[in-house]
């Protein structure tokens, strides 16, 4: 049984800690720019079999480098809806390790769960925040319904609330730059959504290998327009960083 893909090292998915990340399969979004396609759709391909491992495996593998690696992330896909997701954080916990949860936030009570379980409380948890809340089903999913438009809509705004009862170090937003996804107006929406004290980072969308085909044939945002949306942002998120 394969149960995630493994990156034994990784320097820069755990603020200031050196960790394993380990990716669960399974996503209730179809971000067409993501380019983990065989996490998303659950699937292991021939040329990634290697990185494909059991949970014995990982724990193997963290018990070996235990005085190395400090922490482990937990991603996908999306992590909350994969039923693993628990059972990681509680042993990766228990064998001394600091943990990170990255999601899509689209599942805030399963967020609340983990963050009220000393068990399983995670570190810092990495919020992607992808667009508007009220973008997400038109823009993520190609699906058209004002009432689960509102629902999906309030269910980001409701894991950001949870996310901003937390100290500034132990959270992180996170958004991708895509044209046709996010625009100026965007980020001003998230901006007033998002804790005045957050750590925001924008990143540089890359068009290569994404799940929908036509998302390789547009450009990135240039540096410029990069940067113009760091200054939307600032305006009221300073901590906001480009990487």
């Known amino acids: 049984m394969k149960d995630g893909i493994l990156l034994k090292?990784?320097?820069?998915?755990?603020?200031?800690?050196?960790?394993?990340?380990?990716?669960?399969p399974g996503c209730n979004l179809r971000c067409p720019y993501c380019q983990n396609r065989d996490l998303v759709l659950g699937l292991s391909s021939p040329t990634e079999e290697d990185n494909w491992c059991s949970l014995e495996e990982l724990f193997a593998h963290l018990e070996k480098r235990k005085n190395i690696l400090s922490g482990l992330v937990i991603s996908g896909g999306e992590a909350l809806m994969n039923s693993k997701c628990k059972e990681i954080?509680?042993?990766?916990?228990?064998?001394?390790?600091?943990?990170?949860?990255?999601?899509?936030?689209?599942?805030?009570q399963k967020l609340q769960e983990i963050l009220k379980d000393k068990e399983l409380e995670?570190?810092?948890?990495?919020?992607?925040?992808?667009?508007?809340?009220?973008?997400?089903?038109?823009?993520?999913?190609?699906?058209?319904?004002?009432?689960?438009?509102?629902?999906?809509?309030?269910?980001?705004?409701?894991?950001i609330e949870i996310l901003s009862s937390l100290p500034p170090e132990r959270r992180e937003f996170r958004t991708v730059l895509v044209p046709s996804i996010v625009d100026e107006g965007d980020i001003e929406r998230i901006s007033n959504f998002l804790p005045p004290d957050a750590v925001w980072y924008?990143?540089?969308?890359?068009?290569?290998?994404?799940?929908?085909?036509?998302f390789e044939n547009i450009a990135p945002f240039s540096k410029d327009e990069e940067e113009n949306f760091l200054k939307i942002a600032r305006k009221k998120?300073?901590?906001?960083?480009?990487?």
């Open 237 to 243: 998120i300073k901590n906001t960083f480009l990487r």
């Open 122 to 159: 995670p570190d810092i948890i990495a919020l992607d925040v992808k667009t508007s809340p009220e973008k997400y089903l038109e823009k993520l999913l190609n699906f058209n319904n004002q009432a689960a438009a509102d629902s999906l809509a309030h269910k980001i705004l409701e894991s």
């Open 202 to 214: 924008m990143s540089h969308f890359s068009n290569a290998s994404c799940l929908s085909p036509d």
């Open 9 to 24: 090292t990784t320097l820069v998915d755990f603020p200031s800690v050196l960790s394993a990340a380990f990716f669960l």
């Open 89 to 108: 954080l509680y042993r990766a916990k228990k064998i001394g390790y600091k943990t990170k949860v990255d999601t899509n936030g689209t599942f805030p």
